[in-house]
């Protein structure tokens, strides 16, 4: 059975992370983030695939861009109204 080839992304402020992976069928986000090394200290993270949210058991297809999404500091209607205010 061919490989999967999938990118694992990770991104702070400053720096971003990308890895490409070959994974065999059957693998998940889980196994993608796993391999890359990529997962964050902070435990509350969600997973997306081209900037859609899914669950860390998903099942990945070739070509797929795995993202690792980190909590916000701020909520972001929050800070508009901040910024309006000022």
């Given at each position: 059975?061919?490989?999967?080839?999938?990118?694992?992304?990770?991104?702070?402020?400053s720096?971003?992370?990308?890895?490409?992976?070959?994974?065999?069928?059957?693998?998940?986000?889980?196994?993608?983030?796993?391999?890359?090394?990529?997962?964050?200290?902070?435990?509350?993270?969600?997973?997306?695939?081209?900037?859609?949210?899914?669950?860390?058991?998903?099942?990945?297809r070739?070509?797929?861009?795995?993202?690792?999404?980190?909590p916000?500091?701020?909520?972001?209607?929050?800070?508009?109204r901040?910024?309006?205010?000022?």
């Amino acid at each position: 059975m061919p490989e999967l080839r999938v990118s694992v992304v990770y991104a702070e402020s400053s720096r971003q992370w990308v890895r490409e992976l070959s994974l065999a069928p059957g693998a998940t986000v889980a196994d993608a983030v796993r391999c890359a090394g990529l997962l964050p200290a902070e435990r509350d993270v969600r997973f997306g695939i081209f900037g859609r949210m899914v669950d860390a058991a998903t099942l990945l297809r070739d070509g797929d861009r795995v993202e690792i999404y980190r909590p916000l500091k701020v909520d972001p209607k929050e800070a508009r109204r901040n910024r309006a205010k000022k």
